[in-house]
């Protein structure tokens, strides 16, 4: 897969750049998939709202881009419809666009799904992540990210080697010196991203895109 990690999503001209490189041509000409399963993850008073659903922070403007086509792909569905339905869907798509919320949900789900299986023989296919769909994709993702009840460590599926501290300044306690601290614990390289920066993975090459700060942090 081609690879496009981002903190904040789509929210400048140079990671927006990026996403063309990977594709290979513009985005009216693409057609992308989105993935929201990593909004259920956090234990809520109050349902997931509309807006965050279809275009709030969770996709950080990425369903808003003029794509050809925009499907949704819901991996907790997928084990009740089977691969023969939901697969062909994943090959066809140009881009999976996948949402913000909790990592280890995701990761669950992308291992009981299936989709994780088949990830390695998506060649041609960009991965484009916000936070959590970001950091899905990593070794770890530290305990402070761990908001599923029912996760049981804070592994994810090890996709690439390196683990991201997202929204970096965004909010009070991300900050650099947290950042610091989180990364003493994690066993490997590690990047702190503000929402202005992702980093670029393709062809085993890997570059830090950004219009805002960033940090490698070991």
Known sequence: MKLLLTSGGITNATISDALVDLLGKPIAESTALCIPTALWGYPRDIPVSAPDLVDGRAWGGMTSLPWKSLGVLELTA???IGAQQ???WVRKADVLLVAGGETTYLCHWMRESGLADILHSLQDTVWVG???GSMVLT??????FVGWPSAKDDRALGLVDFSIFPHLDVFPENTLVEAERWAADIDGPAYALDDDSAIKVSG???EVVSEGQWKPLS
Do not use: F, H, K, N
């Open 139 to 144: 070794p770890r993702i530290g305990e402070d």
């Open 204 to 206: 085993g090459q890997l």
């Open 86 to 88: 939901w697969m062909p």
């Open 78 to 80: 997928l084990p009740t």
């Open 130 to 132: 916000v936070s959590a």
